[in-house]
């Protein structure tokens, strides 16, 4: 089972710099409505990666307990 060390939530040093440039940017931006479409960017960004993260650890524990359910000798017929 694959499971994520606290140094996985760590940036690698090029993201560190793309976030400060992006930061910088946001910062000295004035106009609302250039702040306004880059968040509702970035917050369907953020949902469709949340949803595609779910769908990629649904898909890891059916193979996990498909493996396990074989390993138990019990078959296991998906239905379409």
């Given amino acids: 089972m694959m499971m994520l060390k606290p140094g996985d ?5 090029e993201k560190e710099l793309r ?3 992006i930061k910088k940017e946001i910062e000295e ?7 306004r479409e880059n968040l509702i960017s970035c917050a369907e960004s953020l949902m469709k990666y949340q949803h595609v993260c ?6 890891n524990l059916k193979g996990f307990m498909n493996g396990f359910m074989e390993t138990l000798g019990i078959d296991i017929t998906e239905e379409a």
């Fill in 9 to 13: 939530f760590d940036l690698p040093l």
């Fill in 19 to 21: 976030l400060r440039v």
């Fill in 29 to 35: 931006c004035s106009s609302v409505d250039a702040l």
């Fill in 54 to 59: 779910a769908k990629l650890a649904e898909e």
